[in-house]
């Protein structure tokens, strides 16, 4: 236990010299900012600093009809020449390269309707089936029915 507590005392001491340093820290922030704001109410006489304060203007995308103007613009930016890989890897001759917009077939115009319907076209397909067995069952019967009326009547 006593580890314990002499580890959590010296996190509590490093804890508060970090505080410390930090409130000194935001001192000295804010006696250099109170004296910035005494010197500003003072009037200053060079004009270097005037020169400084204007904002510079830099043209990049623009050129400007003013020739004082024009010394301020930009040289466009030179892009470092970038070599592709891929590019640069040829493909082994063995391999053959189709093209893949050659096998593109556009769909047929009714393509929708076709999806739309599809179950009713099924469940219509399994009606004509049984339909068609039934009919044929019929025939079937008749023939034996004829079949039989033939050995009755021969007998």
């Known amino acids: 236990m006593t580890a314990e507590e002499d580890s959590m005392e010296q996190a509590a001491a490093a804890r508060r010299e970090r505080l410390k340093a ?36 830099k043209f990049r995308n623009y050129l ?11 040289a466009p930016p030179v892009l470092p020449k970038f070599e592709d890989p891929v590019a640069a890897a040829a493909p ?9 917009f050659v096998n593109i077939a ?18 219509l397909e399994r009606r004509t089936q049984k339909a068609i067995f039934q009919l044929m069952e019929e025939q079937q ?8 009326a033939e050995e009755n009547g021969e007998d």
């Open 92 to 100: 082994p001759p063995s391999e053959k390269i189709e093209d893949p």
């Open 106 to 123: 556009p769909k047929k115009p009714n393509w929708d309707l076709r999806r739309d319907v599809q179950k009713k076209l099924d469940k």
């Open 64 to 74: 400007p009809h003013d020739k004082q103007l024009q010394e301020s613009k930009l």
């Open 141 to 148: 019967k008749q023939n034996d029915a004829e079949v039989a």
């Open 22 to 57: 930090l409130r000194a820290a935001k001192e000295l922030l804010s006696n250099t900012d109170e004296d910035s704001a005494q010197d500003e109410g003072k009037p200053e006489e060079s004009e270097e600093t005037d020169e400084q304060m204007k904002p510079s203007v």
